[in-house]
């Protein structure tokens, strides 16, 4: 269906990969009401802030973008326009009533849980019925993908498949077991329904995303638990998706089916396994319910069935407590698992988490120089990781052209690499010998044919 003049929706999204499908899916049950999404904010019908609120001034830099877009409305209504305006995400979980209180001019409130009524709050605020307000953070105990719909307008050949949401870890710093609520896996069929749609608008790679997505045990059609492993075969089995990945996992959930998948060509040799901490006493205070042996006797056994796989992360330096030694700690299990890449973040204080309340506060620039060395480590550790791979032929899985008009990929270690080559190879997976890095990322040559190169 076209519409000839479509009414514009702008989404902002912060935070991680759940919030990004969540705001396509937010795109795709708005277009049938003939919202079509624009790149800017600038005489949008609605503009949505969808927020995460994982780490500190999340609340405040909201905020700070609502006082900017607020001039767009204004201008919107001088010109006798409507300009709605929604925050959804995390914050708006965590803060909505506060949100909704002092900024009056927000139009909707709404938590991660109400996505598929958007409609309804759509047409409440704009006064199909008489417009309202619509302030939205209930958890809905009915299953939130049943209202959204399969059917997207996703481009790409890559695409995020929520399969899990929500957290019953209670990690001591994250707020995600109160934002997200608790653990809930989707059906096997409804997956695999929309990894077909996928499929047929040309997706070739899937990414299984769940905030715990390794404890995913989602009901097939006999009533039957199964679990990531089964998914992901599953998945990778549908004729025409070549590559599939997950993110992201928790040591305690790993299983060995999940780890023994890894044989199959289309799981790609990435693994995303946060560990946040080397030393056994910050684990414990955390309360992650693992120790550090645990997690090496996990990479040890993904080595065995994979002794290529890229190995990723996630750190946080300065919980409260963390000495010298514990942060050494750190850095001794950085070395002995050798990363291809990370994410690390110094500790953050969330309110209404167990840590917020604990003691032993560390200093901020004890943090900073704990951050710091931390990265310097990591970052060796990615370098030396993209080095090892110069030289390497790789099948490449083309996803874009950069403004310098060259082709932009993935390895199949998830390193973004540049190549030179016809345009029409994008959306496409070619072989390329990998000729250089700078450190971060890869370039390469096709090896191929002469007619398309
Ligand atoms: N402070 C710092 N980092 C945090 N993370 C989650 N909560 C906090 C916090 N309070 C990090 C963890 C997690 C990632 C998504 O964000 O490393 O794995
Ligand atoms: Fe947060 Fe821990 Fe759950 Fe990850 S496992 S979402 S860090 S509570």
């Known amino acids: 269906m076209t519409n000839t003049n479509p009414k514009k929706l702008f989404i902002k999204t912060w935070g991680c990969q759940m919030n990004v499908y969540d705001s396509r899916k937010m795109a795709d049950v708005l277009a049938p ?87 309804e709050m759509v047409a409440k605020a704009t006064g199909a019925y008489g417009k309202e307000r619509v302030i ?105 998706i070549e590559r599939v990945r997950y993110t992201t996992s928790h040591p305690r959930d790993m299983r060995d089916d999940l780890i023994e998948a890894h044989a199959h060509p289309a799981v790609m040799p990435y693994l995303h396994l946060p560990v946040q901490s080397g030393s056994d006493k910050i684990l414990k205070t955390m309360n992650r319910k ?9 990479i040890e056994k993904f080595r065995r069935v994979r002794p290529d796989i890229a190995i990723s992360g996630d750190f946080i330096v300065g919980f409260p407590g963390e000495t010298d030694q514990d942060f050494e700690d750190t850095m001794d299990l950085i070395k ?25 506060l560390i200093r901020e620039d004890i943090k900073n120089e704990r951050l710091q060395r931390l990265q310097a480590l990591l970052n060796d550790q990615m370098k030396a990781f993209n080095e090892q791979t110069v030289g390497m032929e790789l099948p ?7 403004s310098k008009g060259q082709l932009h990929g993935r390895t199949p270690y998830n390193q973004a690499i540049h190549v030179n080559g016809n345009p029409r190879l994008n959306n496409t997976i070619e072989n390329v010998r990998v000729t250089s890095t700078n450190g971060k990322s890869l370039m390469g040559d096709l090896v191929l044919l002469e007619d398309v190169a």
């Open 33 to 119: 009401m003939g919202y079509q999404e624009v790149t800017e904010p600038d005489g949008a019908d609605i503009i949505i802030l969808n927020t995460c609120h994982i780490r500190e001034k999340a609340t405040e830099k909201v905020f700070s973008e609502l006082g900017r877009l607020k001039k767009h409305k204004d201008v919107a209504e001088e010109q006798g326009k409507k300009m709605l305006m929604a925050v959804a995400g995390c914050v708006a979980q965590a803060e909505g009533d506060f949100i909704a209180e002092r900024a009056p001019y927000v139009d909707m409130v709404f938590g991660p849980q109400s996505y598929g009524t958007l409609p």
């Open 136 to 240: 939205n953070t209930d958890f809905d105990e009915e299953d939130k993908f049943d209202k959204l719909p399969e059917e997207t307008i996703a481009t790409g050949p890559t695409a995020f498949l929520a399969v899990q949401e929500g957290c019953d870890k209670f990690c001591t710093f994250c707020v995600v077991p109160y934002t997200r609520g608790g653990e809930y896996s989707r059906r096997v069929q409804a997956v695999l329904d929309e990894a077909q749609q996928l499929r047929d608008k040309g997706v070739k790679e899937i990414s299984l995303l769940g905030q715990n997505v390794n404890a995913y045990h989602g009901l097939n059609e006999n009533g039957q638990t199964e679990s990531l492993a089964d998914l992901l075969i599953k998945v990778a089995d549908i004729d025409g």
């Open 336 to 360: 002995r698992i050798n990363y291809s890449s990370a994410f690390s973040f110094k500790y953050s204080q969330r309110p209404g988490t167990p840590a917020a309340t604990m003691g032993g």
């Open 290 to 298: 693992h120790t550090r042996d645990l997690y090496f006797d996990i």
């Open 396 to 402: 490449i899985l083309f996803d874009g052209i950069t």
